[in-house]
């Protein structure tokens, strides 16, 4: 559980989920991408609940817990922008919920005690 509790481990899935999710939008058929996407935020969450569960120890419950929601939530506008796309359909407003929630994870997450603290 050690493993899975790192904040290295976590950065690292979610900088490969962005650098797929791009490609994935970039490309016309993004088959396998989007597959491969969807294997990295099943690794996503299972790394964001370990450090859920680590940062417990630190007395911050209700902002992990918040980052935890932030983060679900930025899977899902990852997960409907790409839909959207395949179907042909507008999928503007969730790139830019996307946008939205993934900057209120990153401030959530260099906030936190777990991290380096660049807003110090």
């Known amino acids: 559980m050690e ?9 690292t899935t979610w ?4 650098i797929l999710f791009v490609v994935a939008l970039a490309i016309a058929k993004p088959k396998v991408v989007h597959m491969i996407l969807r294997l990295d935020y099943l690794l996503i969450i299972v790394t964001g609940v370990a450090l859920f569960i680590k940062g417990m120890d630190f007395g911050q419950g209700m902002l992990y817990g918040m ?6 939530f930025v899977i899902g506008m990852m997960e409907m922008t790409l839909v959207k796309k395949q179907k042909g359909k507008p999928y503007t ?6 946008f939205v929630f993934f900057l209120v994870t990153l401030f959530l997450g260099f906030k936190l005690p777990m991290n380096i603290n660049f807003l110090a």
């Open 67 to 72: 980052k935890f929601i932030a983060g679900i």
């Open 15 to 18: 900088v490969l989920a962005l």
């Open 3 to 11: 493993f899975l509790a790192s904040p290295h481990l976590h950065i």
């Open 93 to 98: 407003m969730f790139l830019v919920l996307f």
